[in-house]
């Protein structure tokens, strides 16, 4: 999806073995910020996938929520549930910030020309054991790509190993790095934000 100057998109599947996806991610707007979260409920299967749609619920009903809002927000809700690992990032592109926070093991990484920032998580399951997350700011440089994933992805992904064929945009990098780089033994979900100011692609490699 593709709203003011940023691209957004995503590929998840489920764990092998099941037929529900306890992955899953959601894009809101308000006003110029676009705020993604990145889900992964606690395991895998159906009780999973109830976990993550309770999230992405509470994320729906108020765009306006920054990403320690977001967070806080959610743990109340997933209260009964098995829980979830979430990050969220919101992007700014007025200012050229990105403000990222997240529990769990749901990652994330801010590329420019191919080299790798890390964004810090927290430990911990949202709805479960939880604490209040510290919110990082970036500054975001032409050229950037952000990379957010489950652990259902290896870690060991290497953006700069893409084809020049799976580096044409935003999809086909998502397409890409889950089909080369998924875990049969979970689910899986990846999402690729860049910009798309005109004549730039969204290529993270240098």
Do not use: K
């Amino acid at each position: 999806m593709a709203q003011g100057s940023i691209v957004v998109a995503g590929a998840t599947r489920p764990h092998p073995a099941e037929r529900e996806n306890g992955d899953t991610w959601a894009v809101n707007w308000h006003g110029d910020i676009c705020r993604i979260a990145v889900i992964d409920g606690l395991g895998h299967g159906p009780e999973a996938a109830a976990a993550a749609r309770a999230a992405v619920a509470v994320l729906q009903a108020d765009p306006s929520l920054g990403p320690n809002q977001a967070l806080d927000r959610c743990h109340r809700a997933l209260a009964g549930t098995r829980g979830a690992a979430i990050s969220i990032a919101a992007i700014d592109l007025p200012s050229s910030q990105l403000r990222y926070a997240g529990i769990g093991n749901v990652e994330g990484e801010l590329w420019h020309e191919g080299n790798q920032q890390h964004l810090v998580a927290y430990r911990g399951i949202v709805g479960v054991t939880s604490r209040t997350a510290r919110e990082f700011s970036f500054e975001l440089r032409d050229g950037w790509v952000l990379v957010m994933h489950t652990d259902g992805i290896s870690r060991r992904f290497d953006l700069g190993a893409l084809r020049t064929d799976e580096q044409e945009n935003a999809q086909a990098i998502s397409d890409a790095v889950l089909h080369r780089w998924g875990r049969e033994s979970d689910d899986a979900t990846v999402v690729i934000a860049c910009s798309s100011a005109p004549g730039r692609r969204c290529r993270p490699a240098g």
